[in-house]
């Protein structure tokens, strides 16, 4: 980032005897870096932008052959901006509406527990002054608080911070009070997918029988009024998949690399555009947002840098693929596998996917799925012959 800030030129420099001109030039105080050979005549170098006088100084009084191939850095396209005058007045009044822009808020947080109407509060809080574009410094937020509160029983507190451009908003709900003991009565449910093969309904009525499909959470024996007892037997499944590269794509940069700047603001771009003629590349890309502390600004700068790649493809061992990914997928599966649930089936499958081997493993087992689900009304009372004696 600091070499962007400074400022810097690539150069090329051909000619006998290269290691005596980079002495020269370290003799009279020129930062160097990023020295690659190119042949056994020619190198390529970075030098910051102030140090260009020096480097010329050296070069006229010597027999080598010197050419700039790029200028990178933030000085750079300031003087392009600057023989742009309009582009550089609109940049000037920009930050000018930027600064002016920081004293307002500009979006409002929410963070309240479950049953209270987010909607609600925010119509409240922007009744009350508290809205995009307000400037913070008018926001009675002492009046905003008794207000809520007066509005709405069941909020025991509210905080509001404002930080920077943002303002947070805090709900607290008031503790309920605890209510009268229910009366229950108890289904069985489906507790996972699956195909019924056995059902004993010991109390309440069974609602499916064998080669039945249900779903997680249908009712499978219902109580009415009274506590449903029985057992539901179906088969489930589990599925499981592994992916493991089958063909590696190895990628070495070749040395040669582009840049693109760019600059975005209030959602414009403006992009010092670079034809990128690599057939293949690696980009990186680095983004800096510019603010200070809660303070945002609105400007981002962008910076990709395109590298040149040479691509080999890599072929791995396909029958030690194939039992990499079948060890993992087995590992995975039984991790999922109740302990009482006895295994009927197991398939498995291999599938090339494009550069990638995909394995998938399903496990047929024959399971309890019931569970109890209270309901309102009936009794309080398991009234079941069992618990009777």
Known sequence: MWQYIKGFLIVTIEGLNLERFISELAKNGVYIF?????TNTKIELYIYKKDLTKLVSIYKKSNYNLKIKRS???????????KRKPLLIGGVISLVILLLLSTFVTNIYIDSPEGIDKEAIRQEVYKLGLKPWTNKYVIDKKLIRDKILLRFDDIAHVSINIQGTNAYVEIIKRAE?????????????????????????RRGEALVKRGDIVKKGDVLIAGGDVVAKGEVLARTFYETKEQGVYIEKIKNKTGNKKSVVTIS????NFSLKRNIDYKNYIVDKKVYNLGYKEYTIPIQLEIQTFYEVNVKEIKQDLSQLKENLRKKALKKVDYLIPAGAKIVNVRENYKVNGYNLEFTITVETLESIGKEEKVKGGTDIDNTEENRN
């Open 72 to 82: 990178v850095g933030i000085p750079f396209v300031m003087k392009r901006i600057y």
């Open 265 to 268: 603001t209030f959602g414009k």
């Open 34 to 38: 990023n020295i690659r050979r190119i």
């Open 177 to 201: 009070e605890p209510k009268e003991k229910e009366r229950l009565s108890c289904n069985i449910i489906a507790e996972k997918n699956g195909i019924i093969e056995k059902v004993i309904a």
